[in-house]
């Protein structure tokens, strides 16, 4: 409390201009840009399992399970920053239960549990339970009795049950992906729906985060792939990378240009609050905006991503350059929410000053917290890979493939 | 060959779609749209509380910002206020100065050489107890709302301390309550309104520059105030219905 006191007395010696008094503390700290981040690596994620599922690109297999388990350790982290944020944490499940019709964040529980529980834990089930009750068949001990339960004692693997497996899994895929777009959208419409805040409110946002979203799922599942491999010591398939990169090149060609429209629009259209964010832009974001999000994060990747498309360099050099380019852009997109998140509460509403960030390595919404919920889906993943190896699974006979 | 039947005939197609919307249809009749716009239609009975300040009597001694801290027990701290005072100074070469040190509890200096002067005012700021309040609309859990008389509360037993809601202000006008987690602003003295009393910055305003009535009586001391001056709400294309009006509203206040 006195900590948190003698850090608004900094801010406020700080201050830049006028801000309203209460806008001296920001009231959304660096968990609030996580949780956008956190849930768009989710969808993202998803939507590269969905290409080889429902629109047949066969040649992303090997990422198939990897993006599935991915989407899924990050979802079950990602209400963690918004939860342990709250200044009443106990009484999160309010939003559950007394949701406000006319909130787009009371929206959230809803949209969240459905696409965790229906989509991603459904899809799951049906994609491993043949292999879990194989694999029972297997083990002993615990490992054994995992299987067991976690295929609820099914124990039928006829070539009909799979097919209806199968075509379960094919339906809940289908219905998953415009469930990924919402959850994704509906996050960007949280921030595009505040009409007090100039630099949150424009139509597009749902949009950029979405695409933004998509662009980072498919990063990090590129750069689990390639690690993963590295780490089982396995030959890469190089085929199976070269395509995520140009899907990865498409999907950021189209979130490069919604991006760059909505900076245009808001240049050309000059509006009110045009000479506060002007100079945010080009003070207190220019490093995090013009050099993390925009060169490392989206021009290098995409030149050298568009390099690819005509020019292939040795599949050695090929590997680590997607390994550079997959990490930037996670860098990249995670300081797109930063600028989003913070740059939004950086200039005061009154549209004559400035105030600052500061938060420190320690506490509920410091550094560490922050990190901690950024490590500890991985550790989740690594749990999961571990129990469901995607690798592991057998191949299906030809008659019971997907339709 | 005849190619086969399709599966789904028009008529089926039809036959469904009607179904679905028609349903739909039907049961938006039962739970009616209630947007933020359509919820803020003023009352006919009843009271319906506005504000009226007057610039131009404002003098900036800054005691009704320090009547509200006392009278809520608003934190001490130069970071959380329910009430304000901003100090505006418009230089000869158009420079804009806005100053609120501590509120405008401890008094304004100007830091501005006189002859440099082109005008300055001070403009008290509050709660705007918005028709269509941004805040209400996006409170997710409904802890933040308007009473039938027009004032815009939070039920600190229900908020659960997201924040959404300072974010969706537009004037301000809302903290997090350092000890409580939960979110703080302006009730309008409620506590005083139900005994008679006006609210507290009200009363101590040495000026009168505050008034305070219900906007639904043709007599009171605020419609004769309206009509009377020509008044001006604070951001007024971001349609909030706000009712807080002030006379002599200069374009440089936001």
């Not at chain 2, 060959?1 to 005939?9: E, I, L």
Request: proline fraction near 5%.
């Amino acid at each position: 409390m006195e900590q948190h006191l003698q850090d608004l007395y900094e801010v406020l010696s700080k201050v830049d201009g006028y801000v309203y008094p209460n806008e001296i503390e920001l009231n959304w700290s660096i968990l609030i840009v996580l949780y956008p981040y956190i849930t768009g690596l989710v969808a993202g994620a998803f939507i590269l399992a969905s290409l080889e599922r429902i629109f047949k690109v066969h040649i992303l297999k090997p990422t198939y399970g990897i993006a599935l388990l991915t989407a899924f350790s990050f979802m079950l982290v990602a209400t963690m920053p918004l939860i342990s944020h709250l200044g009443k944490p106990f009484r999160a499940y309010e939003i559950m239960i007394t949701p406000h019709s006319s909130s787009a964040m009371a929206i959230f529980g809803f949209v969240y549990l459905w696409y965790l529980m229906v989509v991603l834990l459904l899809e799951i089930w049906f994609d491993y339970r043949r292999d879990m009750i194989i694999w029972a068949q297997e083990t002993t001990g615990v490992k054994r009795f995992l299987y067991r339960v976690l295929s609820l004692w099914t124990t039928d693997i006829s070539p009909k049950a799979v097919a209806l497996d199968n075509r379960i899994g094919y339906i809940v895929t289908v219905i998953g992906i415009p469930s990924a777009f919402l959850l994704h959208g509906y996050v960007g419409f949280i921030f595009g729906s505040i009409k007090a805040n100039p630099w949150w409110s424009t139509v597009l946002m749902p949009v950029i985060f979405l695409f933004s979203a998509i662009v980072s799922g498919i990063a990090l599942v590129m750069l689990i792939y390639i690690l993963l491999t590295k780490v089982r010591k396995l030959k890469i398939d190089m085929e199976c990378l070269d395509t995520i990169a140009k899907y990865l090149f498409y999907i950021l060609i189209i979130d490069f240009v919604l991006e760059g429209l909505d900076q245009i629009h808001r240049i050309y259209e000059a509006e009110e609050s045009f000479e506060v964010l002007h100079k945010l832009v080009f003070g207190k974001l220019f490093f995090t905006l013009f050099f993390m999000q925009g060169l490392f994060g989206t021009i290098l990747p995409l030149l050298t991503l568009g390099t690819f498309q005509f020019y292939k360099p040795k599949e050695k050099i090929r590997k680590i350059i997607y390994l550079a380019i997959s990490a930037l852009i996670l860098i990249g997109v995670f300081f797109m929410r930063w600028n989003v998140v913070i740059g939004g509460q950086l200039f005061s509403k009154s549209f004559y000053g400035y105030t600052s960030f500061k938060t420190g390595m320690i506490g509920s919404e410091g550094y560490l917290m922050a990190a901690v919920w950024l490590i500890v889906p991985f550790i989740i993943l690594s749990f999961l890979l571990w129990l469901l190896p995607p690798w592991k699974k057998k191949e299906e006979l030809p008659e019971t493939q997907g339709l | 060959m005849r190619p086969a039947k399709p599966k789904v005939s028009r008529r089926d197609f039809f036959k469904a779609g009607t179904i679905i919307v028609g349903g739909i249809a039907v049961a938006s009749a039962f739970t009616p749209y209630d947007a933020v716009l359509i919820a803020a239609e003023k009352p006919k009975k009843g009271k319906w509380y506005g504000i009226g300040i007057d610039i131009n009597k404002c003098i900036g001694c800054g005691k009704c910002a320090s009547a509200c801290k006392l009278e809520n027990n608003v934190p001490k701290a130069p970071f959380y206020f329910r009430s304000w005072v901003e100090q505006y100074t418009i230089k000869n070469d158009g420079t804009i100065i806005v100053e609120s040190p501590n509120g405008g509890i401890d008094g304004f200096k100007q830091s501005v050489p006189t002859n440099e002067i082109f005008k300055s005012f001070f403009v008290p700021k509050m709660c705007n107890h918005c028709a269509k309040s941004p805040c209400v609309q996006v409170c997710p859990v409904g802890a933040t709302f308007e009473t039938p008389e027009g004032i815009v509360l939070v039920d600190e037993n229900y908020c659960i301390g997201c924040r959404y809601c300072v974010q969706a202000c537009p004037y301000g006008c809302r903290y997090i309550h350092p000890d409580k987690g939960t979110v703080d602003k302006c009730t309008l003295c409620i506590h005083r309104l139900v005994k008679g009393l006006q609210p507290a910055c009200f009363e101590i305003c040495p000026t009168e520059a505050r008034i305070f009535g219900d906007l639904n009586d043709p007599e009171s001391k605020l419609n004769y105030f309206l009509k009377n001056h020509t008044c001006m709400v604070i951001k007024p294309h971001l349609n909030t219905g706000s009712k807080l009006f002030y006379n002599a509203l200069s374009s440089e206040v936001r």
